[in-house]
């Protein structure tokens, strides 16, 4: 079992910048592809960011690419998404994600086994 922990959430206006901090506990996270996702009411989660096992490669959703970087410290067990040139749409309560499969990259809700509990983040105009 992995326990995830998010934290760094709050109200920002457009243009500022945010960090998201994932802490795990339980296991390494060092065994597991990390993500983040994110989610607003009445809409389906979706894929922000992906970051392999060994940090050497990571994926983006095509509305962030060049805004946010995701990174992983295996050592201290956390995962991390700085969020830069924040907009208004990027409102959504953001989720940390563990996926044992291998590879370098998951985009799939479905094939992630372990969840944090979520942190929200409201981007004003």
């Known amino acids: 079992q992995v326990q995830l922990v998010e934290s760094g959430g709050g109200l920002v206006r457009a243009g500022d910048s945010l960090r998201l901090s994932c802490a795990a506990s339980?296991?390494?996270?060092?065994?597991?592809?990390m993500s983040w996702f994110r989610q607003v009411p009445g809409k389906e989660r979706e894929f922000v960011a992906v970051?392999?096992?060994?940090?050497?490669?990571?994926s983006y959703a095509h509305d962030v690419k060049g805004r946010f970087t995701i990174s992983r410290d295996n050592a201290k067990n956390m995962v991390y998404l700085q969020m830069t040139s924040l907009k208004p749409e990027d409102t959504a309560v953001y989720y940390c994600?563990?996926?044992?499969?291998?590879?370098?990259?998951?985009?799939?809700?479905?094939?992630?086994?372990?969840w944090g509990q979520g942190a929200q983040v409201t981007v004003s105009s």
């Open positions: 994600a563990a996926d044992p499969s291998g590879g370098d990259a998951d985009f799939a809700v479905a094939n992630y086994s372990y």
């Open positions: 339980g296991r390494a996270i060092s065994m597991y592809l």
């Open positions: 970051i392999n096992r060994s940090a050497g490669a990571t």
